[in-house]
């Protein structure tokens, strides 16, 4: 049988060995451990091997260092105008404190993600619908400075914070899309009726050149037939025969012509063409 002072010696090493665990720590890198004393803050453990009191001290909080990434869920946030847009965001912390990250606040992590969408929901809203989707970079930068104080106080540094998406909800969706296709609409009324207006203004200048050159036409017209029967008149003097002559030779050509016309039935001409060559010369001398 066992002895007594047998299981006496087997229980001291069990307890040694428990002893040395529980006083032997070692801290991953990346860690920092928070110990407490009979539930007192005593001492932060940085990465390695470390030692503390057994049954005295204890490791209350296991701090990560590395830089925490934290989701921000979509919400809906109204807009200066009265909008409704949906803004989610990504937000990366690290905790430089790490006493009073444990201290400080109950739960750094959800106390960031909802000072973050407080402040979103703040600054979106001071904005109008057209500006807040297009000034991402901007609120990004103001939300990023309006977390960063209180952060401070927590142990925390707010290294980023990243809009991941910003978009009007569904319904405010089809307003635009119908707002869109109305503007669409009208731009293109006002278009046709614009080109039918300076459809009509060049059709009318045209007419009015043309009517233009046509008097000009007749004024030439009316001035080279005065200037050729002046010459005309100059130069056959008081000879009538060659006018005569020169005006049978018009009268019998366009006579002529006359008789060629599909219209044209009877073709008179009068019995004293002498006669009217001269009445004809009369009343081109007087003119």
């Not at 801290?27 to 470390?50: A, D, M, N, S």
């Not at 109950?106 to 973050?116: K, P, S, V």
Request: proline share 3%; hydrophobic share 45%.
């Amino acid at each position: 049988m066992i002895g007594s002072a047998t299981i006496t010696s087997i229980a001291i090493l069990v307890f040694v060995f428990l002893t040395v665990a529980r006083g032997v720590r070692i801290i991953p890198q990346g860690e920092e451990w928070i110990v407490q004393r009979l539930g007192k803050y005593r001492v932060t453990l940085l990465p390695g091997l470390r030692f503390i009191i057994p049954y005295f001290d204890s490791v209350a909080h296991r701090v990560t260092t590395k830089d925490i990434i934290l989701d921000v869920q979509e919400q809906e946030v109204i807009t200066r105008d009265n909008a409704v847009i949906l803004v989610n965001a990504i937000a990366f912390i690290k905790v430089t404190d790490p006493v009073k990250a444990v201290y400080g606040v109950e739960d750094f992590a959800e106390a960031i993600r909802n000072m973050i969408m407080t402040t979103l929901r703040s600054i979106v809203g001071e904005m109008e619908l057209d500006h807040a989707l297009s000034s991402r970079d901007m609120i990004k930068a103001r939300l990023k400075a309006g977390v960063a104080d209180e952060a401070m106080d927590w142990g925390l540094t707010v290294k980023s914070v990243e809009i991941q998406d910003i978009k009007p909800s569904p319904s405010m969706q089809k307003a635009m899309e119908l707002q869109a296709s109305a503007e669409r609409e009208r731009k293109a009324m006002v278009t046709k009726a614009e080109g039918e207006k300076q459809s009509v203004i060049l059709s009318a200048e045209a007419r009015l050149e043309s009517a233009k050159r046509d008097a000009q036409a007749q004024i030439m017209l009316a001035e080279a037939s005065s200037q050729a029967i002046t010459k005309i008149t100059a130069a056959f003097g008081e000879n009538e025969l060659p006018m005569f002559y020169l005006l049978g030779e018009k009268y019998i050509d366009s006579v002529g012509r006359m008789s060629q016309s599909p219209n044209a039935k009877v073709v008179l001409l009068p019995g004293d063409l002498q006669g009217a060559l001269r009445g004809l010369f009369q009343k081109a001398r007087e003119c």
